[in-house]
């Protein structure tokens, strides 16, 4: 989206990102966010079981406790 672009100003970036997400159809964010569950679950579940040291599950990095991830 905005890889090997060069903007002017703060306003064209903006508008760059508003045009490609106003250009999203519905499925793009209801997609997004069933993934959302799995991941936390994902995070959840390696928690329980005691493997939260340097997790990465594909670009989610899961942080136990003082972050909550994806927000």
Known sequence: ???GKRFGS???VIAETEAYFEAKDNFFY???IEK???R???CIT???SGKED???LGNVQCSFP???PFF
């Open 1 to 3: 989206m905005l890889q």
């Open 10 to 12: 703060n306003e064209e």
């Open 30 to 32: 209801k997609h997004g």
């Open 36 to 38: 959302l569950e799995k």
């Open 40 to 42: 936390w679950n994902d």
């Open 46 to 48: 390696l928690k329980v």
């Open 54 to 56: 340097g997790l990465s």
């Open 66 to 68: 003082s972050r909550v």
